[in-house]
């Protein structure tokens, strides 16, 4: 069954540092989300993204936060200026088309902010 | 706004008993609802759904959840269940007409014992 893939699994970066984090969705998939989940807390939607442009974005999707699909295949998060506050699990998530389909998540990157 | 309540955050239970979830939804019109499986170093998996229709889903691994309006909730259940089955549990709600914009429950982690 194929699979959205997320790299790095792991990644530890120092406060103020840009970090960029990478999925790549399922094939025929038409919408992408990022969400995140701080420890010992609620998954948060971030964003949305179609059709080469975000959809929606929640409060948290600030002027830190960028995404970018810079081919066919991928998907990024862009964090600017990290904080502490930033660590967290990050999954991404696609689908096929909006209405029914369900969102299909990566296995998630941990960010952490030293 | 949309709000998901879980209200265990943790339940253990021994292999081959029965199981159940439960999940409360807060929500205007009549919801979208997921429950997601996330096992250890593993991504959101999806468990099953409900969209419309008939109020009892089954879905992948033996799982089951009833939509009930009445009283808001989508409880998951299992029969018997596995040792593999533990890990931690999160139900979902998304907005109707769409089921991207998803709001989560705190999760709620079920250990299992032989």
């Known amino acids: 069954e194929p699979e959205v893939t997320q790299t790095p699994s792991h990644q530890v970066t120092q406060m103020g540092q840009e970090v960029i984090l990478r999925c790549v969705p399922i094939?025929?998939?038409?919408?992408f989300y990022w969400y995140r989940q701080i420890l010992g807390q609620k998954v948060e939607f971030l964003v949305s993204?179609?059709?080469?442009?975000?959809?929606?974005k929640s409060e948290i999707f600030d002027d830190q936060f960028s995404v970018e699909r810079p081919d066919g295949s991928n998907f990024t998060l862009k964090i600017r200026s990290t904080k502490l506050e930033d660590s967290a699990m990050y999954f991404c998530a696609s689908r096929t088309m909006a209405g029914r389909s369900p969102l299909h998540f990566g296995n998630g990157t941990r960010l952490t902010v030293t | 706004a949309q709000s998901v309540t879980q209200p265990d955050i943790h339940i253990t239970v021994s292999e081959g008993a029965s199981l159940e979830l439960r999940c409360n939804y807060s929500?205007?019109?009549?919801?979208?609802l997921f429950w997601y499986v996330q096992s250890p170093g593993q991504g959101l998996q999806l468990l099953l759904k409900?969209?419309?229709?008939?109020?009892l889903v089954q879905g992948i691994k033996g799982f089951e959840a009833e939509f009930k309006r009445s009283q808001s909730s989508f409880n998951l259940r299992k029969p018997s269940v596995h040792w593999s089955d533990a890990a931690e549990y999160f139900c979902?709600?998304?907005?109707?007409?769409?089921?991207?914009?998803?709001?989560f429950g705190t999760g709620t982690r079920l250990q299992v014992t032989l």
């Open positions: 979902a709600v998304g907005e109707t007409g769409t089921a991207s914009k998803l709001t």
């Open positions: 409900y969209f419309s229709g008939d109020t």
């Open positions: 993204f179609y059709n080469n442009e975000i959809s929606e």
């Open positions: 929500y205007g019109a009549t919801p979208y």
């Open positions: 094939s025929n998939h038409l919408y």
